[in-house]
C-alpha cells in the first residue's frame, strides 16, 4: 500500500518547525517505526528520530501518530493511517532535538536518576546470594514490565501544569524497588519519593493508567507507593512538611466528626491557624462572599464514633504489621 507520511522537520522551537511530506510504499502490517526507516534509508538520511530495538523492549521510539501518543515500533500503519495520511509529531512536554526526536535524558532519565534507581541488596541470604521465588516478585512483575515509553507522562495531568513533578514513569520506577523483597532501601526511597514534586503530588486522576500500552497500571503504583510510605512510617520527604500535614489533617477531620472540614483542612495544609490562616485568607474571604463557606463549627454526622472506631482498629493493625 502506498501512503503519505507528514512528518515534522526542524529544531526545538515550534515556530522554526514544518512539516515534509514522503510517499511510502509498504506492507499494511509494517510498524510505523519501519515506515520511517525505510524513509531515513532511502529517501532522506537527515530524519531524526529516536528508535532502537524495534519490538516493544525500549520504549525509544515513543512518538505522536496523527496525534496520538504510541510506541510506534508497536503500531501498523494501517491502524495508523487517517484520510490516506499519516502525520507524525513529537511528544509534548519532551524538548525536542530535532524532528521528532526528544530529549530522553531531560525528559524522564534525570527524573529516573534522582531516585537511585537499582536495586540495593539488604543483606539476607547466605553468601551474598538471596533466592527470590516467583511468589516474591508478583507484587513487582507488573512493574518490571516498564520500558521507560513515556507515555504514562504524556497523559498526566500535574505535568501538563508543571514540568518539574517526577511523573508516573519515573515513581512506578521507585515502586519497583519499594517493593522487591532484595531491597535493603524501602524507607529511603518512599523519602526520596515524598518530596516536593513527588508521589504526594499526584492528583489521582488515572490518566497515566489509561494511557499505559504495557498494562503496567502507574496510578495504582502511586496509590500503592503512599500506601507502602504511610506504613512505613513515612508521611512526607524532609523537604516537604506540606505533604505530611495535609495527611495528618485529613485523618483528623475524618476521624473526629465522621466526614471531611475542608476549611480546616486547608489551614492546617499550609501550617496551621495563623500561618495557615494568613494563607488562606483570600480564599476564604471570597469563598463566605459567593456563600460557599460559613464560619460555624464543622458539625459531626450521624455515625461519626463508628468511624473512629475503624481508625483505632486500622492503628491496631498497623502497629502489628509493623
Same mark, same amino acid.
Given at each position: 500500500?502506498?501512503?503519505?507520511?507528514?512528518?515534522?522537520?526542524?529544531?526545538?522551537?515550534?515556530?522554526?518547525?514544518?512539516?515534509?511530506?514522503?510517499?511510502?510504499?509498504?506492507?499494511?502490517?509494517?510498524?510505523?517505526?519501519?515506515?520511517?526507516?525505510?524513509?531515513?534509508?532511502?529517501?532522506?538520511?537527515?530524519?531524526?528520530?529516536?528508535?532502537?530495538?524495534?519490538?516493544?523492549?525500549?520504549?525509544?521510539?515513543?512518538?505522536?501518530?496523527?496525534?496520538?501518543?504510541?510506541?510506534?515500533?508497536?503500531?501498523?500503519?494501517?491502524?495508523?493511517?487517517?484520510?490516506?495520511?499519516?502525520?507524525?509529531?513529537?511528544? =509534548?512536554?519532551? =524538548?525536542?532535538?530535532?524532528?521528532?526526536?526528544?530529549?530522553?535524558?531531560?525528559?524522564?532519565?534525570?527524573?529516573?536518576?534522582?531516585?537511585?534507581?537499582?536495586?540495593?541488596?539488604?543483606?539476607?541470604?547466605?553468601?551474598?546470594?538471596?533466592?527470590?521465588?516467583?511468589?516474591?516478585?508478583?507484587?513487582?512483575?507488573?512493574?518490571?514490565?516498564?520500558?521507560?515509553?513515556?507515555?504514562?507522562?504524556?497523559?498526566?495531568?500535574?505535568?501538563?501544569?508543571?514540568?518539574?513533578?517526577?511523573?508516573?514513569?519515573?515513581?512506578?520506577?521507585?515502586?519497583?524497588?519499594?517493593?522487591?523483597?532484595?531491597?535493603?532501601?524501602?524507607?529511603?526511597?518512599?523519602?526520596?519519593?515524598?518530596?516536593?514534586?513527588?508521589?504526594?503530588?499526584?492528583?489521582?486522576?488515572?490518566?497515566?493508567?489509561?494511557?499505559?500500552?504495557?498494562?503496567?497500571?502507574?496510578?495504582?503504583?502511586?496509590?500503592?507507593?503512599?500506601?507502602?510510605?504511610?506504613?512505613?512510617?513515612?508521611?512526607?520527604?524532609?523537604?516537604?512538611?506540606?505533604?505530611?500535614?495535609?495527611?495528618?489533617?485529613?485523618?483528623?477531620?475524618?476521624?473526629?466528626?465522621?466526614?471531611?472540614?475542608?476549611?480546616?483542612?486547608?489551614?492546617?495544609?499550609?501550617?496551621?491557624?495563623?500561618?495557615?490562616?494568613?494563607?488562606?485568607?483570600?480564599?476564604?474571604?471570597?469563598?463566605?462572599?459567593?456563600?460557599?463557606?460559613?464560619?460555624?463549627?464543622?458539625?459531626?454526622?450521624?455515625?461519626?464514633?463508628?468511624?473512629?472506631?475503624?481508625?483505632?482498629?486500622?492503628?491496631?493493625?498497623?502497629?502489628?504489621?509493623?
Amino acid at each position: 500500500m502506498e501512503l503519505t507520511f507528514n512528518v515534522r522537520r526542524g529544531g526545538g522551537r515550534t515556530k522554526d518547525a514544518t512539516y515534509q511530506a514522503y510517499q511510502v510504499d509498504v506492507e499494511p502490517e509494517t510498524s510505523v517505526f519501519e515506515a520511517l526507516v525505510k524513509v531515513r534509508e532511502e529517501q532522506d538520511g537527515t530524519l531524526a528520530f529516536r528508535g532502537n530495538c524495534a519490538v516493544g523492549f525500549c520504549g525509544d521510539c515513543t512518538m505522536l501518530v496523527n496525534g496520538r501518543q504510541e510506541v510506534s515500533c508497536l503500531t501498523t500503519v494501517s491502524k495508523a493511517l487517517k484520510d490516506d495520511a499519516i502525520k507524525i509529531d513529537p511528544i =509534548p512536554y519532551a =524538548p525536542t532535538v530535532k524532528d521528532v526526536m526528544y530529549d530522553a535524558k531531560r525528559f524522564i532519565w534525570d527524573k529516573v536518576n534522582s531516585f537511585s534507581p537499582g536495586v540495593v541488596f539488604n543483606g539476607a541470604g547466605w553468601g551474598g546470594a538471596q533466592a527470590v521465588t516467583d511468589d516474591d516478585l508478583r507484587p513487582v512483575r507488573r512493574a518490571m514490565r516498564c520500558t521507560m515509553c513515556g507515555i504514562c507522562d504524556q497523559g498526566c495531568t500535574v505535568i501538563d501544569v508543571n514540568l518539574d513533578f517526577k511523573g508516573p514513569a519515573a515513581l512506578t520506577k521507585v515502586y519497583r524497588y519499594v517493593f522487591d523483597p532484595r531491597d535493603g532501601r524501602a524507607k529511603e526511597r518512599v523519602v526520596e519519593a515524598g518530596e516536593t514534586n513527588g508521589v504526594w503530588d499526584c492528583v489521582h486522576c488515572w490518566e497515566a493508567s489509561d494511557h499505559c500500552p504495557f498494562d503496567i497500571d502507574p496510578t495504582h503504583r502511586i496509590m500503592d507507593l503512599r500506601d507502602r510510605s504511610v506504613r512505613l512510617g513515612v508521611k512526607s520527604g524532609t523537604g516537604n512538611r506540606q505533604a505530611a500535614r495535609h495527611y495528618n489533617a485529613f485523618e483528623r477531620s475524618v476521624e473526629n466528626h465522621g466526614w471531611l472540614d475542608e476549611r480546616n483542612v486547608a489551614i492546617q495544609s499550609y501550617g496551621g491557624l495563623i500561618k495557615g490562616g494568613l494563607k488562606m485568607m483570600p480564599t476564604g474571604l471570597a469563598a463566605l462572599r459567593r456563600g460557599k463557606a460559613n464560619l460555624l463549627p464543622h458539625p459531626k454526622r450521624p455515625g461519626a464514633s463508628a468511624i473512629k472506631a475503624l481508625f483505632a482498629r486500622y492503628r491496631e493493625v498497623t502497629r502489628t504489621e509493623r
